[in-house]
């Protein structure tokens, strides 16, 4: 994974306390790989992914960003999700503290620093050890609802929950762009540009408003 820049396509981060398991979710989702000991995440880096939405006929390029759970990261992960266009956050099912955190720190956090229109998922990773459960489905699912985010019961080891968590977090993006806002999305070649897409209409739009107040 890249530590630097990105392809321009669409902002995903994910977010969780340490060791629940953002690096091993991205590993899988991208390049179908599980790993026992990985180290834990410094600072942040991210990974891109072309993904097709055959239901709408659209796809994206989405760079997933996986940030530190570790406290010491806080200050600058909050760098990494305030332009984010989706959030993913992640507790491990085993694990009642991790969860608390996402409703009561990681959650509280996005609704003051994130974008308005962001796009919310959670996901209660290593389902595989359900047997250790500490957080019921049933009350983790009733916090997303109520904060609407997607939810999805996930495992990074056993490859469960994952693409399903991000194919309806993209389509989820997608059909709230083309509710907002039909030009932002393109079909076919166009993949990827729909930031770009935007930077453009806010420039022109900028031009328009200068000319009217008379500048030049
Ligand atoms: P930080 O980088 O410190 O923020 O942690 P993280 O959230 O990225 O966690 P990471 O992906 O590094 O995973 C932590 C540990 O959990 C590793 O030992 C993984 O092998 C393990 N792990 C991750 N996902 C799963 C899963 O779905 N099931 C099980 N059983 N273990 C998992």
């Known amino acids: 994974m890249s530590d630097k820049g990105n392809s321009g396509g669409v902002k995903v981060v994910l977010l969780g306390d340490s060791g629940v398991g953002k690096t091993c979710i991205i590993s899988r ?18 990974a ?12 994206l390029i989405l760079d997933i960003w996986d940030t ?16 984010a ?42 389902s595989d050890l359900y047997e250790n459960e500490e957080v019921p489905e049933t009350e983790a699912r ?4 109520s904060v609407n985010a997607i939810y999805a019961l996930t495992s990074a080891q056993n490859n469960n929950g ?11 993006y997608l059909n709230s762009k083309m509710q907002g806002n039909n030009q932002d999305t393109k079909d076919g070649d166009n993949q990827g540009k729909v930031l770009k897409l935007d930077a453009k209409d806010a420039k022109e739009k900028d031009k328009e408003k200068k000319k009217k107040k008379g500048f030049c």
């Open 85 to 126: 266009a989706i959030v993913i956050l992640v507790y491990d099912i085993t694990r009642r503290d991790s969860f608390d955190n996402i409703k009561n720190v990681w959650y509280q956090e996005v609704k003051e620093n994130g974008a308005k229109d962001i796009i919310l998922g959670i996901a209660g990773n290593k």
């Open 142 to 145: 009733e916090f997303a609802t």
């Open 48 to 59: 891109s992914k072309r993904v097709d939405y055959p239901k709408l006929k659209k796809s």
């Open 162 to 172: 994952i693409d399903k968590l991000f194919e309806e977090i993209g389509e989820s």
């Open 29 to 46: 989702y991208i390049s179908n790989l599980f790993e026992d000991n990985v180290k834990s995440t410094n600072g942040a880096s991210y």
């Open 68 to 83: 530190a759970g570790q406290e010491k990261f806080k200050a600058l992960t909050k760098f990494f999700y305030k332009d």
